[in-house]
């Protein structure tokens, strides 16, 4: 009876995961461990990753594409041109103007926004899920705050729960401009560290801009809510050993073998400094 | 030439004073709560409503921010503060969270929705979906370009204001939490700890990722072509001298464009002034192209405060041809010094006898906000500033 609730949790688990894609060879191996569902981010329109892909490269069924850029104004109408939604479940974006353009062409598919920093709150998110199918909630809150949002959400919300966490985005080429400013060989991978917190991060820059991860990777896959439609899983930088590693301990609910930590879930920011 | 707007930021009311005094068209500031200056002087709603009554006498506008990100917590008394606002009669909120665009929709109040630069607009889709919830004007993202201004405009006809002035994000607004992680200020709800300035070691080095500053001197004109109607400065923390050398440089230019009189050495000299203002240099950024590795400050840097703001002037004596004056900063007799003003041309002149407030002849001024009184047969008001001579507008032309 107990191996049975076990089996069933776990499949419920194996449905709920959207597993970002780093390398289009680690498909099938994470497949046979019970990944059913990837996030790919989609060459051209994805920033902070090492691996984009375009549509020919994708053949898995249920796949999403992940479009974190924030779009001007050439890119958004190229994205028509490159977008096929026959062939993928969804989209992940962080540029409420596809909202916009795709109803523009009359065009339907599952939409989900993932703004970081933003969707901080239950009317926000509530007052976004009039326009989108889900929306990821931010990271920057409390599991005090999640846990009300995904109380009283009127729609399934997304959860970014195993990743590096992004701490900025800019448009700038900030490891280009480095490695330019002190004749350093070129590298599109920097890791760095604040001198006085001693804060490491990681930046990764592409065409479109650089995004600079918190290390070490955010923890947060042991929230459950039966009102999570997807936890975002982000292995960003891991082998395929480590990730098979990883899908086997989250799937079988043990704990994780790499150092991570919980961001912001268990300690809450401050905004007025002494005396303001 | 259309009509645009001239935004100056105002961190109090005596900067909203001058900022206003030196020809800035509309003013911006921040409430006590949900802006994100949390730690500025900012406005109290018994300051808004005076600031409010003093920008309406002259026929200019005010917004006020509540540009926060809200977290569940923060929306607590927001729907009261979004109807005092509008029982105060402010003629905008700026701001871009859903949550506020709603609830004021929701109130029917009599102000407009301005959409903050936190939303980081960079395209006509983004642009039509806020304008579909109701959003009046849009306040495009700074990496926006001059293509991305021009089709936003012809396929919204929304109104938009650009930042033309002042400090940058390093990265796109709003999507910056390295204060957070470093510091544990919350970047987007006020406290940002400006991370990007500050020294970050990697294997090889140590360096700083820091933007220089906004200046779109060169562009204004065909901003004002492409459709931009607000031209905003940034710098609500900033001093008065500060609001009023960039707020009347800027006037200056859009009036000589708008009369079509501007010169390429005159658009020199108000580069310069600029420059040298915020001790930072300043550069178009994204408006022409992407910034490159001449855009940003890397290490070693030090943020010296600009000294050149001298004294500002309280009162002046027709009679005597004395001027009242309240010092900034030090200065000596055998100073050259220039003055400046809203409603003068500049004039330098020899400090050869500087009174204390018994009209004892003093050598220095080297007390902060001491009071003296200069002798100057150029007729002067108050809020006239004296700073030290740098420049010489005649050396540009």
């Known amino acids: 009876m ?15 995961i959207l597993y970002t894609v780093t390398d289009i060879n680690f498909i099938e191996k994470l497949k046979e461990e019970g990944i059913t569902t990837f ?34 104004t050439t890119s958004i109408k190229q994205l028509i041109d490159d977008l096929d939604i026959t062939k993928i479940k969804g989209l992940v974006v962080e540029d409420l103007g596809i909202y916009s353009i795709l109803k523009e062409h009359n065009l339907k598919t599952e939409l989900i926004l993932y703004q970081q920093h933003f969707n901080t709150n239950l009317k926000t998110i509530n007052y976004q899920l009039n326009y989108f199918d889900s929306i990821v909630i931010s990271s920057d809150i409390t599991i005090e705050q999640i846990e009300n949002i995904l109380n009283k959400a009127k729609k399934p919300l997304c959860l970014y729960t ?3 966490m992004p701490a900025m985005y800019s448009r700038r080429h900030l490891l280009t401009h480095y490695q330019q400013h002190f004749n350093l060989k070129e590298n599109k991978v920097l890791n760095m560290e604040e001198k006085v917190s001693k804060k490491e991060f990681i930046a990764i820059e592409n065409e479109y801009g650089t995004v600079i991860y918190s290390k070490p990777y955010y923890n947060a896959i042991n929230i459950n809510h039966d009102n999570i439609k997807f936890k975002i899983i982000n292995p960003i930088l891991l082998s395929l050993d480590e990730q098979i590693e990883l899908v086997k301990s989250i799937l079988n609910e043990q704990e994780l073998k ?3 930590d919980q961001g912001f879930l268990h300690t809450k920011t401050i905004y007025r400094v002494k005396g303001n | 030439m259309k009509e645009v707007e001239l935004l100056s930021p105002a961190g109090d009311f005596e900067k909203l004073k001058i900022a206003l005094l030196y020809g800035a068209d509309a003013v911006y500031v921040g409430g006590r709560n949900y802006s994100l200056r949390a730690n500025a002087k900012n406005f109290s709603l018994d300051d808004l409503k005076s600031a409010c009554e003093f920008t309406h006498s002259l026929n200019k506008k005010i917004y006020v921010t509540v540009n926060i990100v809200f977290h569940d917590e923060d929306i607590i008394g927001l729907e009261t503060y979004l109807k005092e606002l509008d029982q105060i009669g402010i003629d905008a909120i700026i701001t871009s969270d859903l949550v506020a665009i709603e609830t004021a929709k929701k109130l029917k109040v009599k102000y407009e929705i301005h959409l903050s630069t936190q939303a980081s607009v960079m395209n006509q889709y983004a642009a039509t979906f806020y304008k579909e919830l109701g959003v009046h004007r849009i306040v495009l993202g700074r990496e926006a370009s001059k293509e991305d201004i021009k089709t936003i405009k012809e396929k919204t006809n929304l109104d938009l204001e650009c930042f033309i002035h002042g400090a940058m994000c390093t990265s796109f607004s709003g999507r910056c939490v390295l204060s957070n992680y470093c510091t544990n200020r919350d970047a987007n709800r006020g406290g940002c700890a400006q991370v990007c300035r ?11 990722m820091s933007s220089k500053d906004l200046n779109l001197i060169p562009y204004i004109q065909e901003m004002i072509e492409v459709g931009v109607n607000s031209f905003k400065v940034e710098g609500r923390m900033r001093g008065i001298y500060y609001i ?16 079509n009189t501007l010169t390429a050495g005159e658009t020199n000299y108000y580069l310069d002034i600029l420059n040298r203002c915020a001790n930072r240099d300043s550069t178009p950024q994204f408006f022409d192209k992407l910034p490159s590795v001449k855009e940003q400050y890397f290490l070693g840097r030090q943020e010296l405060s600009n000294q050149d703001f001298l004294g500002i002037v309280l009162e002046y004596d027709e009679t005597t041809k004395i001027a009242k004056i309240e010092q900034r900063n030090y200065f000596k007799i055998g100073d050259i010094v220039e003055f400046f003003g809203p409603k003068m041309d500049n004039f330098f002149m020899e ?5 204390n407030e018994f009209m004892n002849n003093i050598e220095i001024a080297n007390h902060p906000r001491m009071i003296v009184y200069i002798k100057t047969d150029h007729k002067l008001e108050a809020n006239d500033m004296m700073q030290i001579k740098v420049f010489d507008k005649e050396s540009y032309l």
Do not use: C, Q, W
């Open chain 2, 198 to 208: 500050f020294t970050f070691e990697t294997e090889e080095n140590e360096f700083s």
């Open chain 1, 39 to 72: 996030l790919f981010p989609f060459k051209g329109y994805s920033v902070g990753y090492l691996n984009e892909f375009s549509l020919e490269e994708i053949k898995e069924a249920n796949s999403y594409l992940l479009l974190n850029r924030l779009l001007d």
């Open chain 1, 2 to 16: 107990l191996e049975m609730e076990f089996l069933l949790v776990k499949e419920k688990m194996k449905n709920k």
């Open chain 1, 258 to 260: 790499i150092e991570t």
């Open chain 2, 244 to 259: 009023a050398t960039v707020i009347g440089t800027y006037r200056k230019l859009i009036d000589k464009i708008n009369n």
């Open chain 1, 162 to 164: 195993f990743g590096l």
């Open chain 2, 351 to 355: 400090l050869h006898t500087i009174y």
